[in-house]
């Protein structure tokens, strides 16, 4: 199984792209991606669907599977070396599209490279991270669905952006690490802050 983050400013060709190029067997999908992920199988055939919400009576949905043994979804670490983590694509902007495959190998010992990084006062019972841009980005990957795991840090995922708006949220969530563009540093820098409580971070 190969994570392919789909973002939301991404068109269907795409998306249709990501999935040819991966040999896509199986999409998890969110309501707000299904659309486009149905217009982007329309070209390329079916592939089956599964969603994180319950959205469409078409699709099953995860809590189905997560009654289950699945046994399709067990992972073996003598396979580590061979088997691909994630595909890390460009945009395509400037040209085709080009990836990099990560084995669940090299992922493995980026994580146990980047868990002695950690500060030493990192409490997993405590702390709860965010994450403010798209999982698509392999640093994102690497911290929120890698490290956090290794760690049990519970991480707070975020249906719109994070910015000077919407800062309630590390109010609310308690958030103790954040990590964050120098646009996004400059926003909160200059925002009213005085009805929220960042002593968490």
Request: charged share 15%; with cysteine.
């Amino acid at each position: 199984m190969s994570l392919i983050p789909i973002q939301k400013d991404l068109g269907y060709l795409d998306v249709s792209g990501r999935l040819v190029q991966s040999g896509a067997r199986l999409i998890f999908i969110d309501n707000a991606l299904l659309n486009i992920t149905e217009t982007a199988l329309a070209l390329i055939g079916v592939i089956p669907v599964i969603t994180l919400e319950e959205v469409d009576p078409r699709y099953p949905h995860i809590d189905v599977l997560l009654k289950q043994e699945v046994n399709a979804l067990r992972f073996y670490l003598s396979s580590a070396r061979k088997h691909i983590a994630f595909i890390n694509s460009t945009s395509g902007s400037t040209g085709k599209m080009k990836s990099v495959l990560t084995s669940h190998a090299h992922f493995i010992a980026v994580m146990d490279a980047t868990r002695a990084t950690i500060l030493e006062n990192t409490n997993p019972d405590e702390d709860v991270w965010t994450s403010i841009i798209s999982l698509g980005y392999c640093i994102c990957g690497k911290l929120f669905m890698g490290l956090n795991v290794l760690l049990g840090i519970l991480v707070v995922l975020l249906k719109n952006p994070l910015n000077h708006t919407s800062l309630d949220a590390i109010t609310r969530h308690k958030v103790s690490f954040l990590f964050i563009t120098p646009t996004l540093a400059a926003q909160i820098a200059k925002a009213d802050t005085t009805n929220h409580d960042f002593s968490s971070i």
